[in-house]
């Protein structure tokens, strides 16, 4: 009987190890696409680095670049297979890039990073294999804001410039973003949601304020930045077409930061904009706004492959 018991015991431990074993299996998690080049540095400080991933193909290679989000305080460049695998099945290849944030460096340092980014991509278009006249962005919540505005921006390139990174143009082929703030003047977009949106710290870090009460009273002190880094102020017929979505909550005055800074007003706003001067602007709101588009990435493949 004793070794009955202990054959059962042994068998009940070899199931347990066993299903231990496929739990394990199974949680394990797939192996990810590793980037051609990883933390390549565009600049002296640690934050300023880019992943790359270089598509096959016949010629140079179009290019999607990735911003990412976090309210220019937080985030990181990090990406999952089904973020990078549709482009380079498409021979698209795809970059991502970390950038200083607000908390160590307010505007113009996060935007100006980004842009400083695609500058050094276009220097590396010879060795990487890249199209320099098809480079679109995308990104969510800050990241969608610093890609309208270089979307939207005039080039920051400097003809005259030593430096031959600084030579290379800012100008981008199209951008489909998520979530974007297309204002971030705290004086316009009280008036559009509302004033929970002035909680989320986005807006008063963004000028190095700890607090929305100094970034209001300082308000003269920060105005130009506000109205530089809101691309709404940048909307001009000859920017490239944008593809904007949000969350179908039209709900105002918004009803917490968080739902603030993500409305779809934003975009409702950037779309009136960008229709009354004849930019190319296609906005998706459930319920509210359809395209013409099945998603972003069907709106980035066009204007990248075509």
């Not at 002296?44 to 911003?67: H, T």
């Not at 009803?255 to 930019?279: L, T």
């Amino acid at each position: 009987m004793k070794l009955n018991i202990a054959c059962l015991g042994l068998l009940c431990v070899a199931a347990s190890a066993s299903g231990i074993a496929a739990q394990e299996k199974k949680k394990a998690p797939e192996p990810q696409i590793a980037p051609t080049f990883a933390e390549v540095s565009y600049g002296d400080n640690q934050m300023q680095v880019i992943d790359f991933w270089k598509a096959e193909g016949e010629g140079p290679r179009p290019l999607l670049v990735y911003i990412h989000g976090g309210g220019w305080v937080a985030g990181d460049k990090a990406r999952r297979d089904a973020d990078v695998k549709p482009f380079l099945d498409k021979g698209i290849s795809y970059a991502a890039i970390n950038y200083r944030l607000t908390g160590e460096a307010p505007l113009p340092a996060p935007v100006h990073d980004a842009a400083r980014a695609i500058q050094f991509i276009r220097s590396k278009a010879d060795e990487w294999n890249i199209r320099k006249d098809r480079i679109a962005l995308t990104g969510g919540s800050a990241g969608a804001c610093t890609s309208m505005w270089l979307l939207c921006h005039d080039d920051l390139a400097d003809p005259d410039s030593s430096d031959p990174i600084a030579r290379e143009s800012t100008r981008v082929t199209a951008a489909a973003v998520t979530g974007g703030q297309t204002s971030i003047d705290p004086k316009v977009i009280e008036g559009w949601l509302g004033p929970n949106v002035l909680k989320h710290r986005m807006i008063n870090m963004a000028v190095g304020e700890p607090t929305i009460e100094g970034a209001l009273e300082n308000y003269d002190q920060h105005r130009d930045l506000y109205v530089e880094f809101s691309a709404y102020n940048h909307v001009t017929s000859d920017d490239p077409p944008l593809y904007m979505s949000y969350g179908g909550d039209m709900t105002l005055p918004s009803k917490s930061a968080g739902h603030g800074i993500h409305h779809p007003v934003y975009g409702v706003k950037m779309k009136e904009k960008a229709d009354s001067v004849g930019q190319e602007c296609h906005l998706s709101i459930p319920k509210t706004s359809e395209t013409t588009y099945r998603s972003a990435n069907d709106f980035l493949m066009e204007k990248l492959l075509n």
